[in-house]
């Protein structure tokens, strides 16, 4: 048995978006915070989703109204958080007259433009495919389309922000720690935490249970208390491939199960592809794309693109179960992404965060300790929807500025290295680049374009402890550089 941790106000069970959301909005406001995630941050959902920051067009259709105003007016307040590692996206929506009318498409459109307020996205429009960049990939049969405006995000790089903003308010953050029960115990909670160092317990004023597809799992194993609501676990796969088209515009396009996908422009030589939305039953922690979500991606990229996408061309996928509250609908697709909260004030609160999605993860946070912190005795105080995280403190939130600035600081440095590194780490790179003049500044090449001061950074600053920590979540490397450069980082790390 390790030595008891200190005594703390809030244990925040899960280091997903959610979870590390909670702990940054609470540490911001004087809380003692302890996070704790079995595994590594972004681990499993925060990392699997399709990389957006939207109000989700299609959840219209299903009069999500007041879902998607929330989802619309956060793409403001994240793009001026982390212009580093969110910027605008514009989608084009290729018209099929079967699917959906064109006065159906123009009204949602509308919507879409006015439900919350835009100061950064430009509106949608009409456009001629015949004549515009975008319709040059295109089969020829597609002549008329839409472009609208959302937002592209690194959601696992949005959570360790989260993360690295809530530790350096004070909370303590411990990566590969189960949380194996807790007890009600003289108006306080006690948990009890395992991890490879050994068990250890901890005295929490109260409880947030953000374990995403586990929350039902935690309530009914790990708590006294039984869930009202419940989570249904629908499968998201995504695909890689090499790049389909040259130009900077993404694409939604419809299919005739009236589901959508996105073909989107992702790490300069790839277009990724998803998603797919399947019912699933099996462990959370083990979701694979199979050989039929690959086919429907395929084909249905296939309709609209002039290459004939095939599934030997994948290079890489991903998938990943989105916890969602669970509703009556029959089709995965119309299940709501709204979330909602479970209070249980029966002694010390325990809160348990049920659905949600990445976009609307600070609202979720800043709803959830508007419940949470009166039962406290703490009185609220919203802070975050002005408050940058690590990176983001650039001058106007000006990135452009703020990479040009970098080519002058850093002149020995390869233009497209330096583009990595400022979408990365934004305003925060000078704490590991420092006054290094070259390459040769920076340790070891442990892998091509990865030495050993960025490793390090990664490793004592933000909790990276394996080669997947590093090359798929902390960066993309993974997609870049040979399959024995997994080995290399691994062995790098665990020599560390």
């Given at each position: ?495 560390l």
């Amino acid at each position: 048995m390790s030595d008891l941790l200190q005594e703390c106000d809030l244990l925040v069970v899960g280091g997903g978006i959610n979870g590390t959301g909670i702990a940054r909005d609470a540490a911001g406001q004087g809380l003692s915070v302890l996070l704790v995630e079995q595994d590594d941050l972004a681990s499993h959902t925060s990392s699997s989703s399709t990389k957006l920051i939207h109000g989700g067009l299609r959840y219209l259709e299903y009069y999500e109204f007041s879902l998607v105003r929330k989802a619309l007016a956060e793409r403001e307040v994240l793009l001026a958080a982390a212009p580093h590692i969110m910027w605008p996206l514009r989608f084009v929506l290729p018209h099929e007259p079967h699917l959906r009318p064109a006065w159906m498409i123009r009204a949602g459109l509308f919507l879409y433009d006015h439900l919350a307020r835009r100061r950064r996205l430009p509106a949608s429009e009409a456009v001629d495919l015949q004549r515009h960049e975008a319709g040059a990939p295109l089969r020829t049969d597609h002549r008329r389309g839409f472009v609208y405006s959302d937002v592209w995000v690194d959601d696992a790089r949005l959570v360790v922000l989260n993360a690295l903003d809530a530790r350096e308010r004070g909370a303590r953050i411990l990566t590969r720690t189960r949380c194996t029960a807790i007890t009600r115990e003289d108006g306080t909670w006690t948990a009890a935490l395992a991890s490879a160092s050994g068990e250890q317990r901890v005295r929490a004023r109260a409880v947030v249970n953000a374990a995403g597809p586990w929350v039902g799992r935690f309530l009914d194993q790990s708590t006294p208390v039984r869930s009202r609501n419940s989570v249904r676990l629908v499968k998201g796969s995504h695909i890689i491939v090499p790049r389909l088209f040259e130009h900077p515009y993404a694409y939604i396009f419809q299919n005739v199960d009236r589901r959508i996908i996105f073909a989107i422009p992702y790490e300069h030589d790839f277009t990724l592809i998803g998603t797919t939305d399947v019912e699933y039953h099996g462990d959370a922690a083990q979701t694979a794309i199979d050989a039929d979500e690959v086919a429907y991606l395929c084909e249905l990229a296939t309709r609209y693109f002039r290459h004939n996408v095939s599934p030997t061309e994948v290079i890489w996928s991903y998938s990943g179960v989105r916890p969602l509250l669970e509703d009556e609908s029959s089709d995965p697709s119309s299940v709501t992404r709204d979330y909602s909260f479970e209070l249980d004030t029966a002694g010390a609160p325990l809160l348990s965060v049920f659905g949600g999605k990445i976009t609307t993860y600070r609202r979720l946070a800043e709803d959830a300790l508007a419940r949470l912190l009166p039962a406290l005795g703490v009185q609220h105080r919203s802070w975050t929807a002005s408050a940058p995280l690590p990176g983001g403190e650039m001058p106007g939130g000006d990135y452009a500025r703020f990479r040009a600035t970098l080519a002058t600081t850093y002149p020995g440095f390869a233009p497209r290295l330096l583009d990595r590194w400022a979408r990365t780490y934004g305003a925060r790179l000078p704490r590991w680049l420092g006054a290094a003049a070259a390459p040769s500044d920076l340790g070891a090449e442990v892998a091509e374009g990865l030495h050993e001061a960025e490793l390090r950074y990664l490793n004592e600053q933000e909790w990276a402890r394996t080669a997947d920590d590093v090359l798929w979540r902390r960066t993309k490397l993974g997609l870049h550089l040979p399959p024995d450069a997994a080995a290399a980082v691994g062995a790098w790390l665990a020599a560390l």
